[in-house]
């Protein structure tokens, strides 16, 4: 078995793809699983994604992005004829709504091979498998997905841009320190947004107005180094409006959409302390920062606005040290 969590991006999403920072949180409560077991004979690699309802034969189109990782996992772990396998994949995580399937889901499948070849992979090494399968998805990934999925642990991201000719440098990937906890509800707009459409549109539209859209990701690189102290100092009152800024940006950027707007303005209107979408954006969910006490009445008031499905979620406080591998 292996298994990962869906994820939420609290702050920075489209403006971490240029540089700037961004903030992740696992969530820990929906994941993503995977099983690998012998397969009959002559089968070759065999999926079951019951989420799906799909099952496919891996070798019947190898270059899929997920059949491709699929492969290149087995060649890296046991190089030689390929076996046969059954792999079962289950998953909570709502589709192309920002909450990291594909990176969960590619994630559960590494470690769950890993785990049938009797081999356990540190995060970093699961991590950046499953980016260069992102890659193939999503274009242009920050690559923060796959790492704060792999790690499972709150962090801090920068991707540093290519500059000239030299290789882009590592991203800085640190632990996002939390001293109180905090309450978040996510409403889901059932609207399914491939990350894909919304990132290439950002990456025309700051093609165009190259300068406008560096002003409008420093802006949201503020927000992020005002979020992480806050975070830090466990000052949560002043997160939530932090949170409606970056909406606000967001939506300046223009990868909110109607559905996510009409949420976040019932969240509001039921008390959220701050609201904002999160992950691409043009569909998928959005988050609101609640108390225990104002939870419930913010909950109904989205399902009562439009959310196909709400979650609710405690953050719990993180020291900042690093996760055991998993
Ligand atoms: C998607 O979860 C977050 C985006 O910033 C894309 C990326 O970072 O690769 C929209």
Not at 67 to 89: K, V
Request: glycine fraction near 10%; hydrophobic fraction near 45%; include cysteine.
């Amino acid at each position: 078995m292996g298994s990962a969590p869906a994820k939420l991006i609290l702050c920075g999403e489209h403006a971490v793809v240029y540089g700037r920072p961004a903030i992740a949180l696992p969530l820990d409560g929906i994941r993503a699983r995977a099983r690998v077991r012998p397969g009959p004979p002559q089968s070759g690699v065999v999926v079951f994604a019951s989420s799906l309802r799909r099952r496919w034969c891996v070798a019947d189109d190898p270059n899929t992005p997920l059949n491709e990782l699929i492969l290149s996992t087995i060649g890296q772990l046991a190089p030689g004829p390929l076996p046969d396998l059954r792999i079962s994949i289950r998953s909570g995580i709502p589709i192309a709504s920002g909450m990291g399937s594909g990176a969960a889901v590619a994630t559960a499948i590494v470690r769950a091979l890993a785990g049938s070849f009797g081999q356990a992979l540190p995060a970093a090494a699961v991590s950046s498998m499953v980016y260069a399968s992102e890659q193939r998805f999503h274009g242009t990934p920050s690559g923060i997905d796959n790492t704060v999925i792999a790690f499972e642990q709150p962090i801090w991201y920068i991707r540093p841009p290519a500059v000239g000719d030299a290789a882009r440098p590592a991203p800085i990937i640190q632990p996002a320190s939390i001293a109180a906890p905090f309450t978040l509800l996510v409403g889901d707009t059932g609207v399914r947004s491939p990350t894909r459409a919304p990132v290439g549109e950002v990456r025309a539209r700051w093609q165009a107005s190259t300068t406008a859209y560096n002003c409008l990701f420093d802006d949201v690189a503020l927000l992020a180094y005002r979020i992480r102290d806050c975070l830090a100092a466990g000052t949560i009152s002043e997160l939530g409006p932090l949170l409606s800024q970056n909406h606000a940006l967001l939506q300046q950027i223009g990868v909110s959409s109607p559905e996510l707007d009409t949420l976040v303005a019932a969240a509001m209107r039921a008390g959220a302390l701050g609201a904002k979408l999160s992950g691409a954006g043009w569909g998928g969910v959005m988050l609101a920062l609640a108390t225990p006490e104002t939870a419930p009445r913010i909950a109904y008031a989205l399902k009562a606005a439009g959310a196909r499905r709400v979650f609710e979620t405690t953050v719990a406080p993180y020291s900042g040290a690093p996760a055991p591998d998993t």
